[in-house]
């Protein structure tokens, strides 16, 4: 899968679990914040992604991380941090 395509699923996602009922998926800029001056998103819904996130690609997220903080700060680089779990996970043959 390209990485558009991966961040298109990401945005379809996000939209879904939040209930953004009034926006499409070309509303969300990929490199633009999740919080604050973007989609103005809060620590509620930083949690309910990060379920819906672990409970899709089967990742295993730590919240108090920084790094884990660090990558919810887009649509691009959420793409990078699941990609990579994904990637150490099957690696290390988990299920």
Not at 13 to 27: F, R
Not at 32 to 37: A, I, S, T, Y
Request: proline fraction near 2%.
């Amino acid at each position: 899968m390209s990485a558009e395509a991966f961040e298109l699923e990401l945005k379809e996602l996000i939209i879904k679990t939040l209930e953004l009922e009034d926006i499409t998926p070309e509303d969300i800029v990929s490199t633009e914040p999740l919080f604050n001056d973007g989609l103005c998103l809060d620590s509620i819904d930083a949690l309910e992604l990060g379920v819906a996130l672990q409970k899709l690609y089967g990742i295993k997220l730590d919240a108090e991380s920084d790094e884990t903080k660090k990558h919810f700060f887009s649509v691009s680089s959420l793409a990078l941090l699941v990609a990579g779990k994904q990637k150490d996970r099957i690696l290390n043959n988990e299920n």
